[in-house]
């Protein structure tokens, strides 16, 4: 169950003024009791294969490519050819040579929209409510993390019909208790109809050192001088289609390409960020303004919108001091140069189509999953660890990482005030249901099938209509039936006609939103939401009213003035709900982290490792966070052996228990503080039972002892542990792979232990409800 002990910990989402989407907050999370059932209407389910447009099978080409690009974390705004002053020529070409939607909307949350993506159905509804690291249980059947076997994804469709289908990059759609190296695999890439996948599974990686699968299997990093992640990618990508045109040149290939870019952390080569100095002195106010006035002239937004208010909790950028202007410049250049060279790999996977003669028989489809974070709150963040356990980092330790930021030692997150721009001209961000979180980029560009290069469009578009659209123009039908499950109907709604009619109607009339428990409706150009507070009855949340056709931003609310249209709203929302498994509603968020559901995997008192064991990403480690455990390494040892016996983790958090100097060591960096016990005895040769114990005494607090053979060799007070999420990398018997965790070892590689060790045995408490007084 949910831990329900209150915390202490200030967060500087409560200083912008949303705690509503990512504060901690005490107690049971509040739900709204309902019927939930599946969207099972078909109102807006897509008969495929029974053409909504002029494009008959005719004009579609006998091969036509498929290519998904996602963008993860990028604002409305980010893109060139959408206002930015970030160089994207690359994706500008694209916009140049297909279309540009204005009018595109995403869920608020990355794992929602993607699943939404891949199915072509609503997220609650195929039982993607929130991201795949949190499992709220039994209680919600459509907030479990996965994608149920009824929602097939366009790559179990479209290799049933002739295609090969190839997924790079951020999986982020299996529960994250599933992230072993055992499985289970029916929610891997492979496990949902793909050929072929390498990148990660999780939320977000690092750049550098990221914890790679390929296929269904984990896979060290490439030994490559100047190594990248995007770049890895990429040239992985180039050579899946280049072995599909090779050997099966007949066959045409659907590419899922997600990339990590721009979720935090921040992290690219020096010279993308110097690219940009000077660039960004005059600072957000500015930078935002002057987006606008492009969007203006590029008519990427209407010629009467009006730019969002700041958002609460966003200083004035004149009022800053010098030193935290400094902080943010440099931020903002990082995450600039991070963008830019996400487009330059954009531009050698589309001249690699060019050069092979399968650019014009490829619809590429480029978006990004939600609006920009403000999750870096008033400071930004070097440590990502520290910002989602919504720990505030301070001005100094920031500037004292400023000659590292973007590089392997401090990945950046930008303050909140850049996400702001980022989202121009909106308000709010990701995980809101205004626009701000849900309204983003679309490019679509296939030469063979769209003539009106360089165009805008402003239908309405849903995520959820993307593969729909592209099952139309396919002239596809989706089975009835995927490995013998039958397949609920689609939500998603064709918008294949726009392509070649520029005031087509929009086809998608209706859209409900929800995240964190934040609300919203569409319906034929008015929208209706409401921001949650945290930890109040639903029932009691303020809505708002929005005649988005003629007030893009969101800026006039007419909820006073229409209240009949507003309750109208309000029910249509509940319509939506009960049809499509929205109900019971959560406001649990970042909280959500260490929430062990009862029928997880993870719901055992005891774990036992063996050293032969490979990598285990710290969401499928053993859930030790506000409770008592001990870990029991049975070992045999010499005098002259050392090295680590256990590591979760990385530079930024983590632990390890390692052997120095003959010495035992146990080190817990929480981020804002690092915990080191050291045994002032050395070690006996032989056969010795290694020891860490940890006996909670208040919430995320206790006393950490190091036995062998059940002596006491040292203990010290740990006053605060982390509350959310121990750690970015994961846990190794014997080593500590990637970043290691302990600066005491760092310049040892792995640190492989040279003794014997028989396993690794954690033994948890069931005391995290209360404190073990």
């Not at 951020?170 to 529960?175: A, D, I, Q």
Request: proline residues 5%; glycine residues 8%; charged residues 25%.
């Amino acid at each position: 169950m949910f831990n329900k002990s209150k915390l202490d910990y200030s967060t500087f989402f409560k200083v912008l003024a949303i705690s509503s989407m990512v504060a901690v907050a005490a107690g049971c999370s509040p739900k709204l009791d309902a019927q939930s059932s599946s969207a099972n209407s078909d109102k807006q389910n897509l008969k495929v294969g029974e053409r909504s447009t002029e494009i008959e099978t005719g004009d579609v080409p006998s091969k036509t490519n498929i290519v998904y690009m996602v963008l993860d974390d990028s604002g409305f705004s980010d893109l060139g050819s959408f206002g930015s002053e970030i160089k994207t020529p690359n994706l500008d070409k694209l916009a140049k040579n297909g279309l540009r939607y204005n009018n595109f909307n995403v869920t608020p949350l990355c794992s929602p929209t993607r699943a939404s993506l891949l199915t072509g159905r609503n997220h609650h509804t195929v039982g993607m409510g929130s991201v795949a690291n949190f499992d709220y249980g039994p209680e919600f059947p459509n907030k479990r993390g996965s994608i149920r076997p009824e929602a097939g994804t366009i790559a179990e469709v479209l290799s049933e019909n002739g295609y090969n289908t190839y997924a790079l990059g951020k999986w982020h759609l299996s529960p994250t208790s599933q992230v072993t190296p055992a499985g289970p695999y029916n929610n891997w890439p492979l496990g949902k109809g793909f050929n072929r996948f390498y990148g990660f599974l999780e939320d977000s990686a690092d750049q550098y050192r990221p914890e790679l699968t390929e296929d269904n299997h984990s896979i060290p990093v490439p030994s490559k001088e100047g190594y990248h992640f995007s770049k890895d990618i990429v040239d992985k990508s180039i050579q899946y289609a280049v072995d599909n045109i090779s050997v099966a040149p007949d066959n045409p290939f659907f590419m899922y390409m997600a990339f990590g870019a721009q979720h935090q952390p921040h992290q690219v080569p020096e010279k993308y960020i110097d690219m940009y100095n000077g660039v960004y002195d005059e600072g957000w106010d500015v930078i935002r303004q002057k987006r606008f006035d492009k969007q203006k002239a590029l008519g990427i937004i209407p010629k009467d919108t009006k730019l969002a208010t700041t958002n609460p909790g966003v200083d004035k950028w004149d009022d800053l001091s010098e030193e935290n202007k400094k902080a943010f410049i440099r931020m903002k250049q990082t995450y600039a140069g991070f963008l830019t060279h996400t487009d330059e790999q954009v531009g050698r996977f589309m001249d690699f189509l060019e050069e092979k003669g399968e650019l014009d028989n490829t619809m590429i489809v480029f978006l990004s999953d939600n609006g920009a974070s403000a999750i870096g709150g008033k400071l930004g963040s070097v440590n990502q660890s520290m910002a989602y356990n919504t720990i505030p980092e301070n001005i100094d330790d920031i500037l004292d990482n400023y000659e590292e930021m973007g590089g392997e030692k401090a990945g950046t997150d930008y303050p909140a005030g850049w996400g702001q721009v980022s989202n121009t001209p909106f308000k709010f961000y990701k995980n809101s249901t205004y626009a701000g979180g849900t309204h983003t980029p679309l490019i679509i560009s296939w030469p063979a099938g769209i003539k009106d290069k360089g165009a805008i469009r402003s239908q309405y578009v849903h995520v959820s209509d993307i593969t729909a659209t592209v099952y139309d123009m396919l002239g596809i039908e989706v089975p009835e039936t995927i490995k013998g499950v039958e397949q609920m109907p689609l939500s998603g709604t064709s918008f294949v006609k726009s392509f070649t009619d520029s005031n087509a109607e929009s086809a998608k009339k209706t859209q409900y939103f929800e995240v964190s428990g934040h609300r919203a409706i569409y319906s034929e150009g008015w929208r209706a939401l409401t921001m949650h507070v945290k930890g109040e009855p639903f029932e009691n949340d303020k809505w708002e009213l929005y005649h988005v056709d003629k007030d893009f931003s969101e800026m006039h609310d007419l909820a006073k003035e229409e209240p009949k249209k507003l309750e109208e709203m309000k029910k249509l929302w509940m319509k939506e709900a009960e049809e499509n498994g929205v109900l019971p509603l959560s406001d649990l968020f970042l909280e959500a982290f260490a929430n062990v559901a009862d029928d997880s995997p993870r719901a055992r008192s005891s774990f036992i490792y063996y050293p032969e064991m490979s990598h285990l990403s710290d969401s499928a480690s053993p859930p030790i966070i506000n409770r008592s455990y001990t870990i029991d390494v049975p070992i045999k040892h010499k005098g002259h052996d050392e090295g680590v016996l256990l590591a979760l983790g990385n530079h930024k958090s983590g632990y390890t228990l390692y052997i120095k100097n003959n010495q035992l060591v146990y080190e817990y960096n929480a981020g804002f503080k690092r915990y080191k016990i050291v045994s002032d005895k050395k070690l006996d040769e032989g056969e010795l039972v290694i020891q860490f114990a940890f006996n909670k005494t208040d919430d995320y607090a206790g006393i950490g002892s190091l036995y062998v053979n059940d002596e006491k060799y040292a203990e010290l007070k740990m006053e605060k542990t982390l509350p959310y999420k121990t750690a970015f990398e994961g846990m190794d018997i014997g080593k500590d792979l990637l970043y290691p965790v302990s600066p005491e070892y760092a310049d040892q590689g792995e640190f492989n232990y040279s003794g014997y060790i028989e396993k690794v045995v954690f033994k948890l408490k069931n005391d995290l409800l209360t404190a073990g007084k």
